[in-house]
């Protein structure tokens, strides 16, 4: 707690009715209000001791509550220094930095700041990464007297090197006389995060004493440069480990993929705490490997240990991947149980878990849950109906949150082009790429030009597409010539493919989609030389097509397939009702598209069989032998679904009166009584 004077000084200015050991042994939250009641309800509450003490108590880290400490800041009618760094420090510990500097700025009008004030207020600046604020109050320190002091010298290294201003720390650093452990840790955590690895290293020989976080900054600094073996080789020359250290070398070792050392590393952990959890998770799921993710969440809960909004966030983007929806369900179950506010990052996690799991209901339903929405919440529902196709209604949002006040983003942005993108409205998309430079004043990324350009491309302006990619500002990448090559080759412009193909390789050589689409407008066109030319150039680099899978969840399982699978343990009666699948179509008169089959085939029957295996047609069988009648079938495919499984898919809806939702690469689809959302453009 912040000591204001000596308690013993004031005691005979305080009220008879009241005595200072009262102060003295407040500890619990309940004790320090009901004091607070007492002094505005006897009136005492004005002299300086109770006020000031009132103040510290609400300020000290045991009690920290910000609200009531800021209350009786306001009411205090004398306010001294010492009130005013209690609640700056209060604000900064907090971590409400810019209101601690807001309140600095109304400081500096009324009081000259100490060495206390000072290195409160720059680890604001630090944790906000506001070095031009940073920079002003170190002016300011010079001036009024206090550059030379340590604290303040210390908290100025601290803030330069987190804000990436290495020369400005090194310049303090060498300006000081007594350099403790502290000190040198901030240098070298500096270069580290600067990439001047050498130079940390140099650092850490040079100074005269180290600790745990000396070896540590250098471990995670070794590791976040890709040079984990030499992070491991510092690691096990520790002297002494900390749950701090272990947790950096976890953490290098996902950070470069390597899960396998470190889960051995982990099992050989004394112990774990929530940061090694979290890294756990979060380093499975950041590396696409989501069920393993989804293992160690579930092991964490089973143990006892309780997650917080970090970790929560994590596992809903590991069930998005997947697109397993109970587990969802249950996470979203578990989070209001105990208690877990829905704002911020994880708000916005759980809209777009239920999005991409094909809940798109759940995630309106979810979002209107939230009472205090920021633009982070308004942009994942909007991106959420844009790709289930729901254009009308994602625009209609777009325009309510711009009613409110709120400033849309560059990446609400891409979700409202993206909404354009899937419905096929060409006109709205040029008119809102307009308005977010023209109106809102946000600099086009290379995001948003291949937004613009698949827009263009999906609805066939593919000479205007072209003349926009080469009239960009920024060089185009390979997602962008991708749009176009895609473009051409469901429009039939083989010329205009060849170009785009050619700036893809140029690009980006081992890009595997452009093979497969340059091989499949070639075999489209029935031109099988060149086929085999791209399919020779695939094998000579070692490229390999992906094979069509489908994914499908039933009771927390999931289950997939690939093109003609024949290894599920249901096999027989999958191919039984797919028979089944096959002779209804036929009774409502379905003729197979062969046109879909891009393999040189000569017989119709080989061409139809070709197509009766492709993986969503097993994952659908599977769905309506198992799924309870009524229920939603939801399917996820790795791949674009062909026209042929589009046109089936809507036919056994009907026939079924199944709602089916496929999921593919670049949207989802929602076949209901023999439609889809997409309305065939897709």
Same mark, same amino acid.
């Given at each position: ?24 042994? @407040? ?77 600095? $700025? ?27 604020? %940073? ?24 803030? +330069?090197?987190? @804000? ?34 050498? &130079? ?66 982990? +099992? ?19 590396? %696409? ?15 006892? *240990? ?13 069930? *998005? ?10 996470? $979203? ?23 991409? @799991? ?61 909404? /354009?993108? $899937? ?90 989609? /452009? +093979? ?31 094979? %069509? /899978? *489908? ?22 009666? &999958? ?11 036929? /009774? ?11 393999? @040189? ?68 689809? $929602? ?12």
């Amino acid at each position: 707690m912040l000591k204001l004077m000596p308690l013993h000084s004031l005691q005979q200015n305080l009220p008879q009715n009241v005595h200072f050991s009262l102060f003295q042994t @407040c500890s619990a939250p309940q004790e320090v209000e009901q004091l607070h009641a007492f002094s505005l309800k006897t009136a005492i509450f004005n002299h300086p001791f109770v006020s000031s003490c009132l103040l510290a108590l609400y300020s000290d880290p045991k009690i920290n509550d910000l609200g009531y400490a800021r209350s009786v800041f306001d009411r205090i009618q004398r306010r001294t220094l010492i009130h005013w760094n209690t609640i700056i420090k209060c604000y900064v510990e907090s971590q409400f930095s810019h209101d601690g500097i807001v309140l600095f $700025h109304e400081l500096v009008h009324e009081f000259l700041p100490d060495n206390f004030t000072l290195p409160c207020v720059i680890k604001g600046c630090a944790r906000l990464g506001v070095v031009q604020e %940073g920079k002003q109050i170190h002016g300011l320190a010079l001036k009024i007297g206090f550059g030379s002091d340590v604290f303040v010298q210390g908290s100025l290294v601290n803030m +330069y090197s987190k @804000c990436g201003k290495i020369d400005c720390a090194r310049k303090v650093f060498d300006g000081m006389i007594d350099k403790d452990v502290v000190l040198w840790n901030s240098l070298i955590d500096g270069y580290a995060r600067c990439g001047e690895i050498e &130079i940390a290293l140099q650092l850490f020989e040079d100074m005269p004493k180290r600790d745990a976080f000396s070896w540590t900054v250098l471990v995670d600094g070794l590791s976040k440069c890709g040079k984990v073996e030499s992070a491991r080789k510092l690691f096990d020359q520790m002297p002494c480990r900390n749950l701090v250290s272990w947790n950096a070398m976890i953490n290098g070792y996902m950070k470069s993929g390597d899960f396998d050392s470190a889960l051995e590393l982990s +099992y050989q952990m004394p112990k774990w705490d929530l940061v090694t959890w979290n890294l756990m998770i979060a380093g499975y799921e950041l590396n %696409g490997q989501f069920v393993d993710a989804l293992k160690i969440f579930f092991t964490m809960l089973k143990v006892g *240990s309780r997650p917080n909004h970090a970790t929560l966030v994590s596992a809903f983007s590991a069930v *998005s991947g997947l697109a397993v929806l109970s587990k969802g369900r249950w996470i $979203h179950s578990y989070m209001e149980k105990n208690g877990f506010e829905l704002d911020g990052i994880l708000g916005t996690s759980l809209i777009e878990m239920y999005a991409k @799991c094909g809940c798109i209901e759940s995630a309106l339903t979810a979002f209107r849950a939230i009472l205090k929405k920021k633009v982070g919440h308004w942009t994942a529902i909007i991106v959420g109906l844009g790709v289930h196709g729901m254009a009308n209604h994602a625009l209609a949002l777009f325009l309510e949150m711009c009613k409110t006040g709120l400033k849309p983003n560059a990446i609400t942005f891409i979700g409202v082009l993206n909404a /354009c993108n $899937h419905a096929g409205l060409v006109d709205d998309g040029r008119r809102y790429f307009d308005m977010m430079m023209n109106e809102y004043e946000i600099e086009p990324t290379v995001e948003h030009f291949g937004c613009l350009v698949d827009i263009l491309c999906r609805a066939g302006h593919l000479e205007e597409a072209k003349n926009t990619i080469e009239n960009m500002p920024i060089s185009p990448n390979k997602v962008i010539w991708m749009s176009l090559l895609g473009g051409s080759r469901n429009h039939g412009n083989i010329d205009i493919g060849e170009y785009a193909a050619r700036r893809v390789i140029e690009v980006a050589p081992e890009t595997i989609g /452009c +093979y497969i689409l340059l091989s499949n407008m070639y075999a489209a066109s029935g031109k099988w030389e060149k086929v085999s030319h791209v399919r020779e150039m695939m094998y000579k680099r070692g490229v390999r097509k992906d094979p %069509g /899978c *489908s994914s499908l969840e039933h009771k927390g399982v999931l289950h997939e397939f690939i093109v003609g699978d024949k290894s599920h343990p249901q096999t027989k009666e &999958i191919y039984a009702k797919m028979s089944e699948m096959k002779e209804k179509l036929k /009774c409502v008169g379905h003729v197979p598209d062969t046109t879909q089959v891009l393999l @040189c085939i000569d017989g119709e029957k080989e061409k139809e069989a070709e197509l009766e295996n492709h993986s969503e047609r097993l994952a659908i069988a599977f769905g309506l032998i198992n799924v309870k009648p009524g229920s939603t079938i939801r399917i996820m495919k790795n791949l674009r679904v062909c026209n042929d499984c589009h046109s089936i898919t809507k036919l056994l809806s009907k026939i079924y009166s199944r709602e089916i939702i496929v999921r593919d690469n670049t949207r989802f689809h $929602h076949f209901r009584n023999g439609s889809c959302s997409c309305m065939d453009y897709w």
